[in-house]
């Protein structure tokens, strides 16, 4: 007799036989699930402290610009969307791999001469996170290594592993503005490495590279055949006279998946739409092209509205927008340098860009301070100040510091900052 005809009853019985490992519930969590760990959170978690409750909170912690209002969006950004809302064409599914739309307005803003694009070579994700995702997952096997930055943003660790990829870290250096130590990248390199991530300009470094670094980390990814995933995501958010130069402008040889997007740029984190640019002028990367294609179906394509948004919001946004952001930001990071570079016992390296900047605590300078988690225990239950500690990014006795807050507001928890060093110093 099938199960459907059996009564209730008739049906008890018969589990009564079902062998012991399945009459009880057992439902642990998945391999990938447990190795899919986050530093930043796992971190802040594990902090013991709270704000001082007889002073407000300010946050130094959070990668997202739009948190204090200071930096809105642009309204033509608003209309292009309201434009798709009625239009009544843009609440389907999207090809998983990006509306034409879209690939075609992307591939058209961010092809060069040296780099050219077609829509062909764009792959349209729910945010650079998932760019970054699907790139890494096109590219790398478990059981194979991937050369991640040290200080680096924390998710590259966290996709790599939660694939079973090795993760080595090759270093920068913080007194050559966080280049990279090219000479110990070499020495992690072997059979099983498949690719390199740079992030250009960084979080957390605020660093910009020089075009002349730009051209060595291609010589050695020439000479070992490396893949360049480059995490442009804060590209031309750069200050003063420094340049941003797009890495795959400088080579036609060295295969590069560039990851970028809408959030910082355009200041819509919320919105999720990031891309992967294929530069790859002599097809290394064929088999690659249909990896991202087939990994982009897990998703069923990202957020549609804000893709068929993407042709208006690229080529009608002002100019003088992003040069509002960056002046903005860049007032901010020069109030940053002068104001904690003055404080003993921090050690300061002046960000060229991005959001953020590395601020090293000069640990044997302090009586009760043992490291840098201690530092911003101390620093929030005592001043409400709140940074991340450098081993969020794999680098101690370092705190990073975002500094998207109004002015004020900055120079409010600098000063703070300054009390906590002075009350803290030997
Ligand atoms: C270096 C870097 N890459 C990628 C991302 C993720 O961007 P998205 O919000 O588009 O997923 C961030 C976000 O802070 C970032 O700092």
Known sequence: MSINDRSEGAFNEEVKNVTTSRSKWHVPASIVSKRTINPIRETVHKMNAKPNPDKALISLALGDPTHFGNFKIHENCIDAVIKQLQSYKANGYPPAIGCEEARKAVAKKFS?????????????GSGASDALNIAIGALCNEGQNILLPRPGFSLYQTISKSKGIEDRYYNLLPDRNWEIDLDQLVTLIDDKTVCIVINNPSNPCGSNFSRHHLELILQVCETYKLVIISDEIYEDMVFGSTKFYPIASLTKSVPILKISGLAK?????????????????????????????????????????????????????????????????????????????????????????????????????????????????????????????????????????????PPEKLEEAYNRIREFCIRHHI
């Not at 001469?113 to 070579?121: F, H, K, N, V």
């Not at 294609?293 to 549609?304: D, E």
């Open 265 to 405: 740029r355009y200041l819509v984190p919320g919105w999720r739409v990031g891309w992967i640019l294929i530069y790859d002028q002599n097809g290394v990367l064929d088999e690659i092209r249909s990896a991202l294609l087939s990994l982009s179906n897990l998703i069923l394509g990202s957020n549609s509205l804000i893709q068929y948004s993407i042709p208006d919001i690229l080529f009608n946004t002002p100019n003088e927008f992003y040069e509002d952001t960056i002046n903005k930001l860049e007032r901010n990071a020069s109030i940053s340098a002068s104001i904690l570079s003055k404080i003993r016992g921090l050690h300061v390296i002046v960000p060229q860009g991005a959001m953020y900047m590395m601020v090293g605590i000069n640990i044997k300078e302090f009586k009760d301070i043992k490291d840098d988690l201690e530092f911003t225990e101390k620093l929030l239950e005592e001043e409400s100040v709140m940074c991340l500690p450098g081993r969020c990014f794999h680098y101690p006795d370092y705190v990073r510091i975002v500094f998207t807050p």
């Open 112 to 124: 060069t001469e040296e780099a050219p694009l077609t829509s062909r070579d764009v792959v349209i």
